[in-house]
C-alpha cells in the first residue's frame, strides 16, 4: 500500500483504534489488563481536577499533520474543540496533554515517534506511561520546550500523580490496585 495521508485515512473503513504515522497504517495488537486500567485511572483523577474550559477523552485520534493521525491513549483538549458525539479526531493545536501507554507492540512509537511528532506539532505537555516493578502506573512527564522544540522531562511520578501544569492534578496511581 502506497503512503496515506490523513484524508485516506479517515476514508477508509478501518479496524477499532487503527493509526497513521509517517503515511503507514498501524493497527495496534490487542492490549493487555495495565494498557486497559492505567488509562482509566488517569481519566478519572483527570476529569476530577481539570478546569472547566478543558475535557478529557480517551483514544480519540489527533491529526498532527498530512501524513500522521495517532491515536494518544489520553488527551486533554479545550472545550471549544470538542465536536460532539460524532467527532472523530481533534487537531493538534486543540491538544494540551497527550498521554500514551506503553505497550510491547508500542514501546518505541510511545517513547520515540510520538513524541517527537506531538512536540513538533506543538503540544505543550507528554505523559508516557510505563508499568513500575508493582505493576502500577509509573507517569513520566515532559513539558515542551519552546526553545528546543522537543520535551524536556519533568518528573517520573509513582503512587501519586501531584502537579501544578497544565492545571492542578492530584491522582492516586495506587488506584490501579483497587480496580
Not at 476530577?48 to 485520534?61: F, K, N, S, Y
Not at 460524532?86 to 510511545?110: F, G, K, N, Q, T
Amino acid at each position: 500500500m502506497d503512503s496515506l495521508t490523513a484524508d485516506d485515512f479517515f476514508a477508509l473503513d478501518l479496524p477499532r483504534h487503527a493509526q497513521l504515522i509517517d503515511g503507514t497504517l498501524i493497527v495496534p495488537e490487542p492490549q493487555g489488563n495495565f494498557h486497559s486500567v492505567s488509562p482509566y485511572v488517569l481519566a478519572q483523577g483527570l476529569r476530577r481536577t481539570a478546569p472547566g474550559r478543558l475535557r478529557v477523552r480517551r483514544q480519540m485520534c489527533v491529526v498532527i499533520g498530512a501524513r500522521d493521525v495517532p491515536e494518544p491513549d489520553l488527551v486533554v483538549v479545550n472545550a471549544s474543540a470538542d465536536g460532539g458525539p460524532c467527532l472523530m479526531s481533534y487537531a493538534a493545536r486543540d491538544v494540551l496533554l497527550a498521554v500514551e501507554v506503553v505497550s510491547p507492540d508500542s514501546e518505541e512509537r510511545a517513547q520515540d515517534t510520538k513524541p517527537r511528532k506531538y512536540a513538533a506539532a506543538g503540544i505543550r505537555h507528554y505523559w508516557l506511561v510505563t508499568m513500575d516493578e508493582n505493576n502500577r502506573p509509573a507517569v513520566h512527564t515532559y513539558e515542551l520546550d519552546p526553545h528546543t522544540g522537543s520535551y524536556a522531562p519533568t518528573g517520573i511520578h509513582h503512587d501519586r500523580l501531584k502537579l501544578a501544569v497544565p492545571f492542578t492534578i492530584d491522582i492516586d496511581l495506587t488506584e490501579i490496585d483497587r480496580l
